[in-house]
C-alpha cells in the first residue's frame, strides 16, 4: 500500500497534469501526450489496461 507521503505526490501529479491539459495551447496535442506518459509508467509496471481504451 502507498504511503501518505506517495498518496499525496500522486494527487499533486494529476492535479498538475490536468492544469497542463485545461490550459494547453493545443489541447489535444498536450492530452496525447499526458496518454502516452501514463501508458509508459503503466508499462514499465507491467501493467496492462489496454481493455480499458474507448474505442470508436
Known amino acids: 500500500m ?3 507521503k506517495e498518496m499525496l505526490k500522486n494527487l499533486i501529479d494529476t ?4 492544469q497542463r491539459i485545461k ?16 501508458k509508459a509508467k503503466r508499462g514499465s509496471f507491467g501493467i496492462v489496461t489496454s ?6
Open 23 to 38: 490550459n494547453a495551447d493545443n489541447v489535444e496535442k498536450e492530452l496525447d501526450y499526458q496518454l502516452t506518459l501514463v
Open 15 to 18: 492535479y498538475s497534469n490536468l
Open 51 to 56: 481493455e480499458l481504451d474507448i474505442k470508436k
Open 2 to 4: 502507498p504511503s501518505d
